[in-house]
């Protein structure tokens, strides 16, 4: 007996094969699946990708699918039916959740909590019996996604080219300096920001916009080689601000924390105390500066695992009894990368909950 589990945003698409005893059967990948950001055509053809990768044979004995999918819901309902129609045409029924729901699985067994995500983009969901309920942003990287990979590249982004407009003034000796007020400022604004730190930030980011030099004029051309990219690319720049964070530059620190504090935010005005609370998303799966200083505000956060394996544990939950779902629960969310992720866990027990510190 198999079942089938698919985790599907806007990067990537994942689909996890196990047999219902938690053994793997196959796995799957393809780009991004969002029906709304990429067209249903595209997200059609990545998702059955993804599905048919993770085992084609197999698909007719499979006895159980759910699918994560971020996206407008009927957009995924009828993204899911127009894949899977054809690859299951006598199959099973299909549960559609959204990508929170997985996320959310995938690092605990528990019911109901919260879940933060953060990695293009930025979102938390409150989770109530393996349903959303309630969000708090994902608002887009025009109006929202604060502490996200995006927000962290933009940041980084205006910090680097206010650097070298201060710099360049001062070299021609005009009245502007790194230190200057306009140049100074808040983390989001690049400001604190201004004076460019160590210069480490800097560097990374130059080397990574302008690889073949900055040239006579930075400015100029760091500014016509983010405008001539997608705005969403600028998450690429995510990693460098942890990279000098990590090295002690003052401004990539000072970006972590301020990325830090909106995540905590974000996930407090959906968060009842007293249920788990999952990490999820590039930015705080990935180990760094960004997901410990989240760690340090949600002081019991768990941290997600495989999101596919997440979806694979819901599908298997439909078939088996409650106790036996909650201890193969760590065999399916287990990242297939890793021997395992430590920090996923068991629902509580109605004598132990854990307490997310919230501010």
Not at 29 to 35: D, I, M
Not at 114 to 140: F, M, N, R
Not at 232 to 247: F, G, H, I, Q, T
Request: proline share 8%; aromatic share 2%; with cysteine.
């Amino acid at each position: 007996m198999l079942v089938l589990g698919v985790d599907a945003g806007g990067t990537s698409s994942r689909a996890a094969l196990f047999t219902v005893d938690g053994a793997p059967a196959g796995r799957g990948h393809a780009p991004g699946a969002n029906p709304v950001t990429l067209g249903m055509d595209q997200a059609c053809a990545h998702l059955t990708a993804a599905v048919q990768e993770a085992g084609a044979v197999s698909l007719p004995h499979v006895s159980a699918v759910v699918l994560g999918l971020a996206g407008n819901p009927g957009a995924c309902r009828a993204l899911a039916a127009r894949v899977l129609s054809p690859l299951l045409p006598h199959g099973p029924p299909v549960r559609v959740v959204g990508d929170t729901v997985t996320a959310f699985a995938a690092g605990t067994a528990a019911p109901s909590g919260t879940v933060l995500i953060s990695g293009t983009g930025a979102i938390a969901a409150k989770i109530t019996d393996h349903e959303q309920t309630a969000t708090s942003d994902g608002y887009g990287w025009l109006l929202g996604d604060e502490g996200s990979g995006f927000w962290l590249g933009h940041a980084a982004a205006r910090a680097t080219v206010q650097t070298l407009a201060a710099l360049a003034a001062l070299a021609a000796g005009g009245p502007d300096s790194p230190d200057s007020p306009e140049n100074t400022g808040s983390p989001e604004s690049g400001g604190s920001g201004g004076s460019g730190g160590d210069g480490r930030l800097v560097a990374l980011v130059v080397r990574h916009l302008l690889p073949e030099g900055a040239g006579e004029d930075p400015v100029a051309r760091l500014s016509a080689a983010v405008h001539a990219r997608p705005p969403l690319a600028l998450a690429e720049l995510a990693p460098l601000v942890s990279r000098a964070a990590e090295a002690g530059d003052p401004v990539a620190q000072a970006l972590v924390a301020e990325a830090a504090a909106r995540l905590a935010s974000t996930a407090a005005r959906v968060h009842e105390p007293g249920l788990p609370i999952v990490l999820a998303g590039g930015v705080l799966t990935s180990e760094g500066p960004v997901r410990r200083a989240v760690e340090d505000l949600l002081a019991d956060a768990v941290t997600a695992g495989d999101a596919a394996g997440g979806a694979a544990w819901l599908a298997a939950r439909e078939l088996l009894p409650e106790a036996d779902a909650q201890g193969l629960h760590a065999t399916f969310t287990k990242r297939p990368d890793r021997p395992s992720h430590r920090t996923s866990r068991a629902a509580p027990s109605p004598h132990r909950t854990s307490r997310a510190a919230l501010p």
